[in-house]
């Protein structure tokens, strides 16, 4: 046996140290992922994406197209820290917007949509807006968030044709 360990002994190290492991990566895991979610909800109340409000990832993401009209956003923050969101149209990529002291410089940014202030930890915000086609980036205004990659591009498509009376 190496390091001079009877074999009872290697097999004990061995074993303490796969459970380590497994906690360090379960750990980990779930740390990636207990920033909240949020969700995008349509005027018929169909839930049309889910994504992970994510800090940390330095990569933002792109949401799925949704068709325009009345979209509900709403986040949940299972974080210890507070977050919002701020919906901006904007041609800009989500991760080219402009800073300024940490934070995104709104006025180079594009044009406010509107803001969901501060939501708590284990609380939950929303907002409903009414947006027409055109591009948007939706991001975290608290300092450093969007810059640890909390934010996503939105693409919102023409909806479809009003039904016939
Ligand atoms: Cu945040």
Sequence with gaps: M?????????????????????????????????????????????VQVVGAWRLGSSEGGDLPAVPSGDLRFELSNADGVRHSFVVVRTDLEGEDLPLSNGR?????????????????????GGRTFSLPAGRYVLYCDIAGHYEGGMFYTLVVEDGPSPASP
């Design 2 to 46: 190496p390091l001079g360990l009877t074999r009872r002994q290697f097999v004990f190290v061995g074993l303490v140290l796969a459970i380590g492991l497994t906690v360090a990566i379960v750990g980990f895991h779930a740390h990636s992922h207990s920033h909240g979610d949020l969700r995008v909800i349509d005027a018929e109340g169909n």
């Design 104 to 124: 995104v410089d709104l006025e180079a940014a594009g044009e406010l949509v509107g803001t969901v202030e501060t939501v708590l930890p284990g609380g939950s």
